[in-house]
């Protein structure tokens, strides 16, 4: 069993275009969280939820949105992309919000062209 | 604020040699530390953790890190790498609300 896990793998897109990733954990954690991962495989985190509730929102375009519509799944929804989100964007969970180790996603890789 | 250093972008080794990578810490009180791998397009596995304790921690594939209070370290080591352990290592330091600050990673290429 996939303990978290995230949709689409792949997803390459024009600019100016809408779309979603999805992530689903199993593992019964009530902490999810959204890292990107740019060219140079440097990894920041961008948002965390706990309980549905948003607790850590980095200085991130609001272009991007988050939403938890349960303890199990945080999903990533961004408005007209730019070339500049091409990324790996892994999902992330953790047993609480305190110093817990986190378990990530496979990434969905992001191309913007 | 904590941060996280890896000195070392790259590092090449032949299969069976040992291997050691860097990782500095910034962080006023003890930290926890963690190891995580990450292969040629995967997500990331968790090594190795530290919280307390015994400051040589055993991880999983072999590997093992040594905590060092007072040079502020976590270096990781394997003592005969193989060539599935060609990959992209970080270090990471949590903060109080559970946020990874990662490392740059150290991409670790095997040669035969």
């Known amino acids: 069993d996939t303990a978290v896990s995230q949709t689409p793998k792949y997803l390459v897109t024009q600019m100016g275009n809408d779309k979603s990733i999805k992530c689903e954990q199993n593992?019964?954690?009530?902490?999810m969280y959204w890292y990107k991962q740019d060219s140079k495989k440097f990894l920041k985190i961008m948002f965390s939820?706990?309980?549905?509730?948003?607790?850590i929102n980095e200085t991130v375009p609001n272009r991007f949105s988050p939403k938890s519509p349960d303890k199990a799944h945080l999903n990533l929804h961004i408005n007209s992309l730019e070339l500049g989100d091409s990324a790996v964007y892994f999902c992330?969970?953790?047993?609480?919000?305190?110093?817990?180790?986190?378990?990530f996603g496979p990434g969905t890789r992001l191309t913007v062209l | 604020a904590q941060s996280v250093t890896q000195p070392d972008i790259h590092i090449t080794v032949s299969e069976g040699a040992s291997l050691e990578l860097r990782c500095n810490y910034s962080?006023?009180?003890?930290?926890?530390l963690f190891w995580y791998v990450q292969s040629p397009g995967q997500g990331l596995q968790l090594l190795l953790k530290?919280?307390?304790?015994?400051?040589l921690v055993q991880g999983i594939k072999g590997f093992e890190a040594e905590f060092k209070r007072s040079q502020s370290s976590f270096n990781l080591r394997k003592p005969s790498v193989h060539w599935s352990d060609a990959a992209e290592y970080f270090c990471?330091?949590?903060?109080?609300?559970?946020?990874?600050?990662f490392g740059a990673g150290t991409q670790v290429v095997v040669t035969p």
């Open positions: 992330a969970s953790s047993q609480d919000t305190k110093a817990n180790e986190q378990f």
């Open positions: 593992l019964g954690h009530d902490t």
């Open positions: 939820y706990n309980n549905k509730e948003l607790i």
């Open positions: 962080y006023g009180a003890t930290p926890y």
């Open positions: 530290y919280f307390s304790g015994d400051t």
């Open positions: 990471a330091v949590p903060d109080s609300w559970g946020k990874l600050q």
